[in-house]
Antibody, heavy 126, light 107 residues
């Protein structure tokens, strides 16, 4: 059974970068696809990006293009999400989530986020 | 990006009620639609995937239906633990998007 353990809360100044980690246990990271979702205080869920198993590339939401980098360290089974040029609007809880897949005949694959980390609070304040 | 619109944004209901939440996509997404439940201070929890498949361990009072652009999440008989916020999410496009959420409150 997959478990995801995220790094602790961060406080950053505007303009800085933050790197959130998500350690996998129960599986190896190479067996999984990881995505990231954030939630600003009192707001809804916002998909940031993740690994697309269909083409083997990491896809980012257009809103975060150029500011976000998602990486993996397979030696430690840890995924990372780094967000740069932080502003106050980036204050949020950041979640990692693994992607499950349902394959139906004749080979249609449906993807969904089935296991979630508990979240990492990132506060951006001067 | 594909826009996902949920209705209503909030809903008051009583224990035992049958509740339906609607999600509409800005273009056809076939059955690439997932539903999540989120309680305050907690991570989202997957309820339904591929529009109508019940995630393991989720009570059978939850069901999903629809395809194309219109989808519904139904709770057949509300239980106290079901009061939460519900989100739909599409995975048709490589750029995934969520609905804005529906907050289900106790009447």
């Amino acid at each position: 059974q997959v478990q995801l353990v995220q790094s602790g809360a961060e406080v950053k100044k505007p303009g800085a970068s933050v790197k959130v980690s998500c350690k996998v246990s129960g599986y190896t990271l190479t067996e999984l696809s990881m995505h990231w979702v954030r939630q600003a205080p009192g707001k809804g869920l916002e998909w940031m990006g993740g690994f697309d198993p269909e083409d083997g590339e990491t896809i980012y939401a257009q809103k975060f293009q150029g500011r976000v980098t998602m990486t993996e360290d397979t030696s430690t089974d840890t995924a990372y999400m780094e967000l740069s040029s932080l502003r106050s609007e980036d204050t949020a809880v950041y979640y990692c989530a693994t992607v499950g897949r349902l394959v139906t005949y004749p080979a249609t694959a449906y993807y969904y986020m089935d296991v979630w980390g508990k979240g990492t609070t990132v506060t951006v304040s001067s | 990006d594909i826009q996902m619109t949920q209705s209503p944004s909030s809903l008051s209901a009583s224990v035992g009620d049958r509740v339906t939440i609607t999600c509409r996509a800005s273009q056809s997404i076939s059955s690439y639609l997932n539903w999540y439940q989120q309680k305050p201070g907690k991570a989202p929890k997957l309820l339904i995937y591929a529009a109508s498949s019940l995630q393991s361990g989720v009570p059978s009072r939850f069901s999903g239906s629809g395809s194309g652009t219109d989808f519904t999440l139904t709770i057949s008989s509300l239980q106290p633990e079901d009061f939460a916020t519900y989100y739909c999410q599409q995975s048709y496009s490589t750029l995934w998007t969520f609905g804005q959420g529906t907050k289900l409150e106790i009447k």
